[in-house]
């Protein structure tokens, strides 16, 4: 099987919709598919963008009927914690201001509580963190090998359980280190006073790390995230080992998440990030046009501009 693997979407399903019809896809009985390809979705279906509702519709069946895979990302994993009570009032994920801001989007067309809404949260708990399909791996942030044997030992595999759900929800416990790190990528602590502002102005003292970077010895050589947070970081060395063992014969793995500019290519030969920032004005969409090749390359990627609402 031969794949094509698609950044995070944040609802704008306009863009998606144009970057699956250059990619050949065409709908049958209303659902995009392709004869001799499958979509491997990277998460982040939800939250930000204008078409929340039309994106889900676009990737949903395209899974439920086989034409696509997908990973769970961090804003799915949030919108089930969002969802789930805690105690009498409360959720695993707190209903404080700034959650409620960044979960306005989704909210808006599935209103808490709703038949869709619920019918949706449920979806989102069938997605897998990780998928392993033997020449190829795709996960939303981090190929931790360590993390994904813990939570296989101890939690079955790559969902949600009951279980795992509430713990990765609980700080100080195990999972939600290990989740985070899945979801949302390695971090490490800036030092002294310094720290950015992120995408939605919120300060950060913690900067995530290009964690397959065995090379890069500085917070600003190891920094992965947004060209204008990098100016940001100092150019001291980090003291310590803070990588994840993630070697040039692994297999090639695909990452969403970090908000990628300027033009798409591989990170590694063998490690690529999808998520060029759609959710940003003048943003895009990115596809990558998998065909076995353990060592990745710049012509494979595809992608279109982002479609204005």
Known sequence: MNYDLIGDIHGHARTLAALLEKLGYTQRAGIYQHAERQVVFLGDFIDRGPHQRQTLEIVRPMIEQGHALSVMGNHEFNAVAYATPLDEGSHLRPHDSNNKEQHAAFLAEYPADSPDYLDMIDWFRTLPMWLDLGDMRVVHACWDKDVIASLIKHHEGPRLTNTLLRHASTKGRQEYDQ?????KGKEIPLPGDCSYLDSYGKERRHMRIRWWDRTSTTYRGKFLGML???KHIPDDEIKGDHGVSYGHHEPPVFLGHYWQSGTPAPLESNVACL??????PGGKLVAYRWNGEPNLHADAFVW?????P
Not at 179 to 183: K, Q, S
Not at 304 to 308: A, G, M, P
């Open 179 to 183: 989740v985070e790190t899945l979801l």
């Open 275 to 280: 998520d060029y920032s759609v959710a940003k």
């Open 228 to 230: 204008e947070w990098q």
């Open 304 to 308: 279109v501009d982002r479609v204005e």
